[in-house]
C-alpha cells in the first residue's frame, strides 16, 4: 500500500478514536515542511528535497505517535503551558531538560509540556546525526524537529487555554490551525528568501515561544468578541438536525463567513506564522548542517535519484519563488 495512503488511513483512524488536537492540522505541518526544504540552500537542500515526500508524511508522525501509538513520552513535547510555570521570562526557566528534570517533578513536566526544551534536544542530536552522516536518522529527526518548531509557532501550544477552554472558546484550536489554514492558505506568500545560520539556539528557541505567546491574547480576543456579537448559526454551519456540524475528526465546522470575518481581523496572523516556522525549520537545519561540519550529502543517494530530480526541483523552487508551496495533496479536515 502507498505509504501516503497508509498515514493518511493512521490519521483517521486515530483521529476518528479520540478528541485529537493536531497541532497545525495536516495541511499546515505539510506545507510547512515542504517550503522548509524549499528553504534549504542547494549544497544540502538536493540531499532533502529527494526525501521531500519522506519528510512531508513524516511532518504529522509525532502525532501518530501521541494518539495511535499512545506514546506518553511524546504529549509533553508538542506544548507548554507557561502559565503553570509562573512565565516571567526565560532568564527564570530551565535551560536544558536536564535542568528541567532537576526543578521540576516528572508529573509536573508532563503536564505543563516541555516544548522548548524538546527543541533544542533534537537539534542536538539532529546535528550529530549529521557529522555521522545516519541517512535515515537525519530524514527522521529533521521531521520531527520540523513539526516541534511548527508547534511552537502555533500560539495556543503556549498557553494553558489550549483550546479557549477557560474562555469560553472551546474548538478554536482546530479552528485556527486547520480550518483558516485549508481555506485560505492558497492565497498565502509563504516565501522567505533562503536560510540563515543562528548562533545561538537556545536564544532562538525562546524567542519563538515568546513571539508565539504574545498573539494568544489577541487571538482569543478577537474571537471572543465575534462569538459575542454572532448567534450560534452564525458561527457555525448547521446541519438538517439543527445541530451543529462537525468534520469527519468530531470537530465543530464554522461558517465561511465567519471564518473569513475573523481571518481578516487577525490581519495575516496565519499566514506570517506559518511563514516563520518556515523560516526557522530551515534556519534550524542548516544551523545543523554547519555546526555538524558541513557533510557532503550527495553520497547518501544514488546519482541516479538525483539527476531524477533535478527538474522538478526546479520548477518547485521556481514556484517557491512566488510564494507557493506546490505539489501537495494534503488529508483535509475541513
Do not use: C
Not at 548562533?199 to 482569543?220: C, F, Q, R, Y
Not at 516563520?276 to 534550524?284: G, L
Amino acid at each position: 500500500m502507498n505509504k501516503k495512503i497508509v498515514t493518511t488511513l493512521i490519521i483517521a483512524t486515530l483521529v476518528m478514536s479520540t478528541t485529537v488536537v493536531l497541532g497545525w492540522g495536516v495541511w499546515g505541518h505539510n506545507h510547512i515542511n515542504k517550503g522548509a526544504v524549499l528553504n534549504l540552500p542547494a549544497e544540502m537542500g538536493m540531499f532533502f528535497y529527494n526525501h521531500t515526500d519522506f519528510i512531508v508524511e513524516e511532518s504529522v508522525v509525532p502525532d501518530i505517535r501521541k494518539y495511535a501509538m499512545g506514546d506518553k513520552a511524546e504529549w509533553p513535547r508538542h506544548y507548554i503551558d507557561l502559565e503553570n510555570y509562573n512565565y516571567a521570562g526565560r532568564a527564570g526557566m530551565p535551560r536544558t531538560t536536564d535542568e528541567a528534570m532537576s526543578r521540576f517533578p516528572k508529573d509536573s513536566l508532563d503536564r505543563w509540556g516541555t516544548l522548548p526544551w524538546s527543541i533544542q534536544e533534537m537539534m542536538a542530536k539532529l546535528t550529530d546525526a549529521m557529522k555521522k552522516k545516519r541517512k535515515t536518522e537525519i530524514l527522521l529527526m529533521a521531521a520531527d524537529l520540523g513539526h516541534y518548531i511548527a508547534d511552537a509557532h502555533m500560539p495556543l501550544h503556549t498557553t494553558i487555554n489550549h483550546n479557549g477552554q477557560f474562555t469560553g472558546q472551546v474548538g478554536i484550536h482546530a479552528f485556527w490551525e486547520s480550518q483558516l489554514p485549508e481555506m485560505f492558505g492558497k492565497s498565502y506568500h509563504l516565501y522567505t528568501g533562503g536560510a540563515h545560520y543562528i548562533d545561538n539556539i537556545e536564544k532562538a528557541t525562546w524567542d519563538m515561544i515568546d513571539s508565539s505567546h504574545a498573539l494568544v491574547g489577541p487571538l482569543l480576543a478577537i474571537e471572543r468578541k465575534m462569538r459575542k456579537d454572532n448567534p450560534e448559526d452564525k458561527q457555525y454551519v448547521m446541519g438538517s438536525d439543527g445541530k451543529v456540524k462537525k468534520n469527519k475528526y468530531g470537530q465543530m465546522v464554522h461558517t465561511e463567513e465567519y471564518a473569513h470575518v475573523y481571518h481578516e481581523l487577525m490581519n495575516g496572523m496565519v499566514e506570517q506564522q506559518m511563514k516563520s516556522a518556515i523560516t526557522a525549520i530551515a534556519d534550524y537545519w542548516y544551523t545543523a548542517w554547519v555546526n555538524a561540519g558541513k557533510p557532503d550529502f550527495s553520497d547518501l543517494d544514488p546519482s541516479s535519484v538525483t539527476d531524477r530530480n533535478k527538474a522538478q526541483y526546479k520548477e518547485d523552487m521556481k514556484a517557491w519563488k512566488t510564494g507557493k508551496v506546490k505539489g501537495l495533496r494534503s488529508d483535509r479536515e475541513f
